[in-house]
Protein backbone atom coordinates (compact mmCIF):
# COMPACT_ATOMS: atom_id res chain seq x y z
CA UNK A 1 0.00 0.00 0.00
CA UNK A 2 1.56 3.18 -0.56
CA UNK A 3 0.56 6.41 1.15
CA UNK A 4 2.05 9.84 1.61
CA UNK A 5 2.87 10.19 5.39
CA UNK A 6 1.15 12.64 6.93
CA UNK A 7 3.76 12.08 10.10
CA UNK A 8 7.26 10.68 10.85
CA UNK A 9 7.80 8.33 13.82
CA UNK A 10 10.97 7.88 14.61
CA UNK A 11 12.02 5.24 17.40
CA UNK A 12 15.55 5.94 18.21
CA UNK A 13 17.73 2.28 18.89
CA UNK A 14 14.51 0.46 19.97
CA UNK A 15 14.85 -2.89 22.03
CA UNK A 16 11.38 -4.37 22.14
CA UNK A 17 10.10 -6.05 19.19
CA UNK A 18 6.23 -5.93 20.62
CA UNK A 19 6.84 -2.28 20.85
CA UNK A 20 7.89 -1.29 17.40
CA UNK A 21 5.06 -3.77 15.93
CA UNK A 22 2.98 -2.17 17.95
CA UNK A 23 4.22 1.09 17.13
CA UNK A 24 4.02 0.08 13.24
CA UNK A 25 -0.11 -0.67 13.82
CA UNK A 26 -0.27 2.87 15.17
CA UNK A 27 1.83 4.56 12.18
CA UNK A 28 -0.91 3.01 9.60
CA UNK A 29 -4.26 3.86 11.44
CA UNK A 30 -2.30 7.49 11.33
CA UNK A 31 -0.99 7.00 8.27
CA UNK A 32 2.88 7.80 9.03
CA UNK A 33 6.19 6.37 8.25
CA UNK A 34 7.97 4.36 11.22
CA UNK A 35 11.42 5.01 11.03
CA UNK A 36 14.02 3.09 12.86
CA UNK A 37 17.48 3.71 13.93
CA UNK A 38 19.93 1.55 14.44
CA UNK A 39 21.10 -0.58 16.50
CA UNK A 40 17.37 -2.16 17.02
CA UNK A 41 16.99 -4.92 19.74
CA UNK A 42 15.51 -7.22 17.12
CA UNK A 43 15.59 -8.34 13.95
CA UNK A 44 12.73 -6.61 11.63
CA UNK A 45 12.03 -10.70 10.71
CA UNK A 46 11.00 -11.09 14.60
CA UNK A 47 7.68 -12.97 14.96
CA UNK A 48 7.52 -10.66 17.86
CA UNK A 49 7.16 -7.49 15.93
CA UNK A 50 4.95 -9.16 13.15
CA UNK A 51 2.68 -10.68 16.03
CA UNK A 52 2.19 -7.27 17.32
CA UNK A 53 1.71 -5.71 14.22
CA UNK A 54 -0.49 -8.31 13.33
CA UNK A 55 -2.17 -8.25 9.66
CA UNK A 56 -0.98 -4.81 9.35
CA UNK A 57 2.87 -4.85 8.66
CA UNK A 58 2.64 -5.23 5.15
CA UNK A 59 0.22 -1.79 4.88
CA UNK A 60 3.14 -0.11 6.73
CA UNK A 61 5.70 2.57 5.49
CA UNK A 62 8.46 1.80 7.29
CA UNK A 63 12.56 2.56 7.04
CA UNK A 64 15.24 1.07 8.79
CA UNK A 65 18.66 3.85 8.86
CA UNK A 66 22.09 3.20 9.80
CA UNK A 67 22.78 5.67 12.85
CA UNK A 68 21.61 9.53 13.28
CA UNK A 69 23.27 11.04 11.13
CA UNK A 70 21.15 8.85 7.95
CA UNK A 71 18.65 10.04 9.64
CA UNK A 72 18.56 13.64 9.40
CA UNK A 73 19.35 13.15 5.46
CA UNK A 74 15.84 12.28 4.72
CA UNK A 75 14.11 13.90 7.66
CA UNK A 76 15.05 17.76 8.82
CA UNK A 77 15.98 18.04 12.54
CA UNK A 78 13.56 21.60 12.32
CA UNK A 79 10.52 19.64 11.76
CA UNK A 80 11.17 17.19 15.04
CA UNK A 81 9.69 17.15 18.28
CA UNK A 82 11.33 14.84 20.72
CA UNK A 83 9.30 12.95 23.39
CA UNK A 84 11.09 12.76 27.09
CA UNK A 85 10.83 12.86 30.70
CA UNK A 86 13.05 15.77 30.14
CA UNK A 87 10.59 18.14 27.90
CA UNK A 88 9.28 21.25 29.39
CA UNK A 89 6.59 22.04 26.84
CA UNK A 90 3.67 19.77 27.51
CA UNK A 91 3.01 17.48 24.43
CA UNK A 92 -0.43 19.35 23.56
CA UNK A 93 1.50 22.66 23.76
CA UNK A 94 3.28 21.87 20.66
CA UNK A 95 2.12 23.06 17.23
CA UNK A 96 2.07 20.16 14.63
CA UNK A 97 2.24 20.47 11.13
CA UNK A 98 1.89 17.84 8.82
CA UNK A 99 5.36 15.83 7.71
CA UNK A 100 6.24 16.75 11.60
CA UNK A 101 8.99 14.19 12.87
CA UNK A 102 7.94 12.54 16.78
CA UNK A 103 11.17 11.10 17.96
CA UNK A 104 10.76 8.49 20.38
CA UNK A 105 13.90 7.10 22.79
CA UNK A 106 14.88 3.46 23.41
CA UNK A 107 12.78 1.49 26.42
CA UNK A 108 15.39 1.53 28.55
CA UNK A 109 17.76 4.40 27.91
CA UNK A 110 15.08 6.96 26.46
CA UNK A 111 17.03 9.48 24.05
CA UNK A 112 21.28 10.22 24.96
CA UNK A 113 22.52 13.16 26.46
CA UNK A 114 23.99 14.61 23.34
CA UNK A 115 20.48 14.83 21.31
CA UNK A 116 18.90 16.36 25.02
CA UNK A 117 21.22 19.20 24.67
CA UNK A 118 21.31 19.69 20.91
CA UNK A 119 17.45 19.98 20.36
CA UNK A 120 16.60 20.90 23.84
CA UNK A 121 13.96 23.83 22.79
CA UNK A 122 12.09 20.50 20.78
CA UNK A 123 11.74 18.67 23.60
CA UNK A 124 8.26 17.94 24.75
CA UNK A 125 6.80 15.66 28.04
CA UNK A 126 3.30 13.68 28.39
CA UNK A 127 2.85 14.57 32.20
CA UNK A 128 2.27 11.68 34.56
CA UNK A 129 1.83 11.01 38.07
CA UNK A 130 5.35 10.81 39.87
CA UNK A 131 4.49 7.22 41.32
CA UNK A 132 4.94 5.93 37.60
CA UNK A 133 8.57 6.18 35.83
CA UNK A 134 7.72 6.59 32.43
CA UNK A 135 4.96 4.68 29.75
CA UNK A 136 5.19 2.44 27.65
CA UNK A 137 6.70 3.17 24.28
CA UNK A 138 3.79 2.46 22.21
CA UNK A 139 1.51 3.67 24.14
CA UNK A 140 3.39 7.09 24.27
CA UNK A 141 4.06 7.30 20.59
CA UNK A 142 -0.07 6.80 20.07
CA UNK A 143 -0.40 9.71 22.62
CA UNK A 144 1.29 11.73 20.77
CA UNK A 145 0.91 11.10 17.25
CA UNK A 146 -2.96 11.29 17.81
CA UNK A 147 -2.59 14.54 19.48
CA UNK A 148 -1.10 15.82 16.22
CA UNK A 149 -4.01 14.30 14.22
CA UNK A 150 -6.64 16.15 16.60
CA UNK A 151 -4.73 19.34 15.62
CA UNK A 152 -3.92 18.80 11.87
CA UNK A 153 -7.81 18.28 12.36
CA UNK A 154 -9.30 17.91 8.26
CA UNK A 155 -5.72 17.22 6.96
CA UNK A 156 -5.35 14.22 9.16
CA UNK A 157 -5.73 10.89 7.07
CA UNK A 158 -9.94 9.67 7.96
CA UNK A 159 -10.59 8.86 11.25
CA UNK A 160 -13.67 7.12 11.93
CA UNK A 161 -15.83 8.95 14.48
CA UNK A 162 -19.49 8.17 15.17
CA UNK A 163 -21.64 11.62 16.22
CA UNK A 164 -23.39 9.86 18.88
CA UNK A 165 -22.29 7.10 20.86
CA UNK A 166 -23.01 3.56 19.84
CA UNK A 167 -25.40 3.05 23.30
CA UNK A 168 -27.58 5.73 21.66
CA UNK A 169 -28.30 4.48 18.19
CA UNK A 170 -31.60 3.39 17.74
CA UNK A 171 -32.18 1.09 14.72
CA UNK A 172 -34.40 3.88 12.68
CA UNK A 173 -31.13 6.29 13.60
CA UNK A 174 -28.77 6.24 10.01
CA UNK A 175 -25.26 5.86 11.23
CA UNK A 176 -23.09 8.76 9.74
CA UNK A 177 -20.77 8.35 6.70
CA UNK A 178 -17.59 6.29 8.20
CA UNK A 179 -14.88 7.49 5.88
CA UNK A 180 -14.14 10.25 4.00
CA UNK A 181 -10.57 10.23 2.11
CA UNK A 182 -8.69 13.68 2.11
CA UNK A 183 -5.51 13.76 -0.01
CA UNK A 184 -2.56 15.79 1.36
Aim: hydrophobic content about 40%.
Amino acid sequence: MTYEPILHVVLYQPEIPDNAGSVGRTCVAAGAKLWMVRPLGFRVTDRHLRRAALDYWHQLKWQVVADWNELVQHLSPDRMWFFSKWGRLCYTEASYSPGDVLVFGSESQGLPQWIRETYASRFLRIPIREQARCLNLAVSVAIGVFEALRQLGPLAPTVRVLEKPTAELSERDNLPELSQSVEV
